[in-house]
């Protein structure tokens, strides 16, 4: 196991991750998300009320059971186009939440997280409807985006955010909060009292369901991308005569020393803190940071 890859190295204290930060998976997915958004409004029909983009991304349970399966993903990065603030709090949230759970799980792990989160919601949400004897069309990242917040809850419940205008509270209220809200309307729907309220609650739920079990078997999901590495790797491609490489013993020698300069630092870290570090240490880990990213 490589240092990058240890516990210690992403979850040492109660305050969140500070090493090796990254968001670049979080801009991406956010990106994603506002370029389709943007789609569907040029796409909009007024005549019809509904987009094409809307149309063959969306969820429902009826299109799924005709094979369009690919709706279990897509309907993720869709949201409503009459509602703005849909697309608005869940782009903030992930923003938020996001990157600190990208620094603590890395790219690839994070990316494997936020879609398999998706799946999850979009299962829960057309599990509920054909339980229900329902049809509707379910957009939006709001599942993917709660089991986000409740995973960082999950490792850092004690720590204090601040919401709007209201006084710092700890992360494990809010985590509390969201699961009774997503909880009980569906309840109240299984009850036959009520609907979501043009809320997909089934959907959050899912989200929610997949980022416990997700923490707490410490599944990892980032192999799944080195197993499809693998098998594009073992389809036969045309032989090319491989560059001749000067070998530089000094350059292996400077990379594992400060491999171990830095195995030893995270180690000090982990048993000490972070403000135990010098100067000079945090400059060390920032240049370790560095290289791992040019590589």
């Not at 994603?32 to 789609?39: E, H, L, N, P, R």
């Not at 991304?57 to 009459?82: P, Y």
């Not at 989200?207 to 416990?212: C, D, N, P, Q, T």
């Not at 036969?236 to 020393?257: G, M, V």
Request: aromatic share 14%; charged share 20%.
């Amino acid at each position: 196991m490589g240092i990058y890859d240890r516990d210690y190295t992403r979850d040492y204290n109660d305050h969140g991750p500070s090493f090796f930060s990254t968001d670049q998976v979080t801009k991406t997915l956010m990106a994603i998300t506002i370029g389709v958004f943007i789609a569907q409004l040029f796409t909009f029909d007024p005549a019809r009320g509904s987009s094409i983009v809307t149309d063959w991304l969306s969820l429902s349970a009826t299109d799924v059971l005709k094979g369009q399966v690919w709706r279990l993903i897509t309907f993720g990065f869709c949201h409503s186009t009459s509602q703005p603030f849909h697309i608005l709090f869940n782009m903030l949230w992930l923003w938020w939440f996001g990157r600190m759970v990208e620094s603590m799980y890395g790219e690839r792990e994070f990316l494997m997280f936020y879609l398999a989160a998706i799946f999850a919601s979009g299962l829960c949400a057309i599990g509920v409807d054909l339980a229900v004897d329902r049809t509707v069309y379910t957009i939006g990242a709001s599942g993917a985006v709660m089991g986000i917040v409740i995973l960082y809850a999950l490792h850092y419940p004690r720590q204090p955010i601040h919401l709007l205008l209201l006084p710092p509270i700890e992360l494990r209220w809010v985590a509390i909060f969201i699961v009774v809200t997503s909880f009980f309307p569906l309840l109240f729907l299984f009850a036959g009292s009520g609907g979501e309220g043009g809320v997909s609650h089934s959907a959050h739920f899912g989200g929610i369901l997949f980022s416990y079990f997700y923490y707490r078997n410490a599944w990892r999901l980032a192999p799944m991308l080195n197993f499809f590495q693998g098998f594009k790797m073992s389809l036969p491609k045309r032989r090319h005569k491989a560059p001749l490489k000067i070998h530089d013993p000094d350059a292996n020698d400077t990379t594992s020393d400060l491999d171990d300069e830095v195995d030893s630092l995270l180690a000090k870290i982990h048993e000490h803190g972070e403000g135990s570090l010098t100067d000079a240490e945090r400059r060390t880990l920032e240049e370790a940071s560095r290289r791992l990213r040019g590589k």
